[in-house]
């Protein structure tokens, strides 16, 4: 072996011993209480289960109703919610695609289905009506999406704001409940073509 060669492996093994020495001695110096809470204030934040391109999927009598495709979810132990990051729900009436909701984050509760989504909320539907909103509440028991927030739902050229809303997911039914403004063109009769 080369002098220069020995000469690196020896300062190299130096490096090391005085690193663990400096390790050692900052253990020595701990405080082991607090130590221990902080490994447990890590444990608690960090979830139980993990699952990378989840899928949950609703149907009734063998029928899609939804199905909800996310990034990443996270279970958190003592929790019945489970963290969602990033959110696509597909929503289905008599297994027919009639409306898609996005948004950048979520929680899902397994057994009652309902699901809260947050940042960049979006809900289009197959024929192009479109609400946009920061939060949205679905309740799965009744079909309905809901919030307390600002909303903006958008049909053609006509544009409804207001805070507060109640709809159906296929955006059928909607209702905004408070400080409404409403932008809506009124379309002229066409003529008959009497040819």
């Known amino acids: 072996m080369s002098k220069q060669r020995h000469t690196i492996l020896v300062s190299g093994l130096l490096a090391l011993l ?13 405080n082991p209480a607090a130590e221990a809470e902080v490994d447990k204030s890590l444990s608690e934040n960090l ?8 899928r949950l999927v609703e149907t009734n009598v063998g029928i899609r109703k939804w199905v909800l495709v996310s990034d990443q979810m996270n279970k958190y132990s003592g929790q019945k919610d ?3 990051i990033t959110v696509h729900i597909d929503f289905y009436r008599d297994g027919a695609h009639f409306s898609t909701l996005t948004s950048d984050s979520g929680t899902a509760n397994l057994q009652t289905k309902d699901i809260f989504t947050w940042g960049n909320v979006v809900v289009i ?6 609400l946009e909103t920061e939060e949205l509440y679905f309740n799965n028991t009744e079909q309905l999406i809901h919030n307390d927030v ?18 159906t997911p296929d955006l059928e039914y ?10 809506v063109v009124d379309s002229e009769p066409m003529e008959s073509d009497s040819r």
């Open 174 to 183: 909607i209702e905004i409940k408070r400080q409404v403004e409403a932008d």
């Open 18 to 30: 005085l690193a663990l020495a400096l390790m050692a001695g900052c253990r020595e110096n701990s």
């Open 150 to 167: 600002f909303d903006r739902f958008t049909r053609q050229e006509d544009v409804i704001e207001g805070i507060g809303l109640e709809a």
């Open 47 to 54: 979830p139980t289960e993990q699952f990378f391109d989840y």
């Open 125 to 130: 539907t197959q024929d192009g009506r479109m």
């Open 82 to 84: 489970v963290e969602l």
